[in-house]
């Protein structure tokens, strides 16, 4: 299962998500996007449902509160499967994400697991480019390895989101 929370994302943000988590390659038959809307007020709950009919694996939740732990803990409480990945929907995710996310899960026997995340300027501006270096340096997050990266595998103290 896939917990999703999402609030006012937009058109082409949400289906740069979408498309990302759909062409994983895990197995289809296999997982559960469950969508857990913030009653967003753009089109982001249209689009969703748009992909509710077109793919039989998501799902969409609503989140009367509007809050992220309040999505998550809606999803949590819907999920029918043994593993919970939460995925956010600002992100473009690799296509073996998913996989790797279930293979090291098991492999190491730990409650938790995730990537690196790569943070990408907003734009090309000075700011937004020296914000995204700063998040991906150790002078910005210290050691946080899901923003400067590892050449291997380690335990670590957190992951993204």
Known sequence: MFNLPIREKGDMRIMLDFDSIIAQDYSKDRIEVLVV??????????????????YSFIKILDNPQKIVPTALNTGIRQAKGEVI???DAHNIYE???????????KKYNVDNVGGICVTLPADNTIVA???ALALSHSFGVGNAYFRIGSKKTRLVDTVPF
Request: glycine share 2%; proline share 0%; aromatic share 8%.
């Open 37 to 54: 809307d913030g009653r967003s007020t753009d089109r982001t709950r249209e689009v969703v449902e748009k992909y509710t009919q077109k």
């Open 85 to 87: 990945i939460r995925m």
């Open 95 to 105: 296509k073996s994400y998913i996989s790797k996310c279930v293979r090291y899960l």
């Open 129 to 131: 480019q020296s914000i």
